[in-house]
């Protein structure tokens, strides 16, 4: 459709393996070849990862509950994240206008959301760790998977031209994964785990 904002993607992937990376090496999707441990490749890399997780909370999270909302978003943002690897891999060279991207408003969509759902739950009086809920462990985990996206894009910010709202996304991002795993105990009435640090054997120790 001619409204649309990005290119629909236009594949014919009949082959899966090409033999063409055997030596460590593959091609940007600007066709650049590059050393699979590249800054880009990293990045990308770990972004592919964390969609991975996100795509385990959504299996996680019955769209039949009370947290059908959070499967919609989740879902979002597995189109998101699948924009984000198809902006880091390419060359700022090479971008076509209606590429597919981050932008601000998917920013501002996550900074609504966090807003939205965290003023429905009790302030935190400590630190929370993962449990409680198969949903709540999958979250935290793209959580700690997308911290290391984002300072893997920071390293990469310093030696390649990228453009810093991908940075802004994924700190919103990991930001809204916490807000959502403490949402999905709290809508299905189930405790968090609080930290106490007096719970570790040395504390206990007499």
């Given at each position: 459709?001619?409204?649309q904002?990005?290119?629909?993607?236009r594949?014919a992937?009949n082959?899966?393996?090409?033999?063409?990376?055997?030596?460590?090496?593959?091609?940007?999707?600007?066709g650049e070849?590059?050393?699979k441990?590249s800054p880009?490749?990293?990045?990308y890399?770990?972004?592919?990862?964390?969609?991975?997780?996100?795509g385990?909370?959504?299996v996680?999270?019955?769209?039949?509950?009370?947290?059908?909302?959070?499967?919609?978003?989740?879902?979002r943002?597995?189109?998101?994240?699948?924009?984000?690897?198809?902006?880091?891999?390419?060359?700022?060279e090479?971008v076509?206008?209606?590429?597919?991207?981050?932008t601000?408003?998917?920013?501002?969509?996550?900074?609504s959301?966090?807003?939205a759902?965290?003023?429905?739950?009790?302030?935190?009086?400590?630190?929370?760790?993962?449990?409680?809920?198969?949903i709540?462990?999958d979250?935290?985990?793209?959580r700690?998977?997308?911290?290391?996206?984002?300072?893997?894009?920071?390293?990469?910010?310093?030696?390649?031209?990228?453009?810093?709202?991908?940075?802004?996304?994924?700190?919103?991002?990991?930001?809204?994964?916490?807000?959502?795993?403490?949402?999905?105990?709290?809508?299905?009435n189930?405790?968090?785990?609080?930290?106490?640090?007096?719970r570790?054997?040395?504390?206990?120790?007499s």
């Amino acid at each position: 459709m001619e409204d649309q904002s990005f290119n629909e993607p236009r594949l014919a992937l009949n082959r899966i393996y090409t033999k063409t990376g055997d030596q460590g090496d593959t091609h940007l999707a600007s066709g650049e070849r590059v050393a699979k441990d590249s800054p880009r490749l990293e990045c990308y890399g770990c972004v592919d990862e964390l969609n991975s997780f996100v795509g385990a909370a959504v299996v996680s999270a019955s769209p039949e509950s009370a947290l059908a909302p959070l499967v919609d978003i989740l879902i979002r943002v597995q189109h998101e994240l699948f924009n984000l690897g198809s902006i880091l891999a390419t060359t700022p060279e090479h971008v076509h206008p209606k590429q597919a991207r981050i932008t601000e408003a998917d920013v501002a969509q996550l900074e609504s959301e966090i807003d939205a759902m965290n003023a429905e739950l009790p302030p935190l009086r400590s630190f929370v760790l993962p449990g409680g809920s198969r949903i709540n462990t999958d979250l935290h985990i793209a959580r700690t998977v997308c911290r290391r996206a984002e300072r893997l894009l920071v390293t990469a910010t310093r030696q390649l031209p990228i453009d810093t709202v991908n940075l802004r996304y994924l700190n919103r991002l990991s930001d809204a994964l916490f807000v959502w795993s403490r949402w999905a105990n709290h809508v299905q009435n189930l405790p968090e785990t609080l930290w106490s640090p007096n719970r570790a054997a040395s504390a206990r120790q007499s």
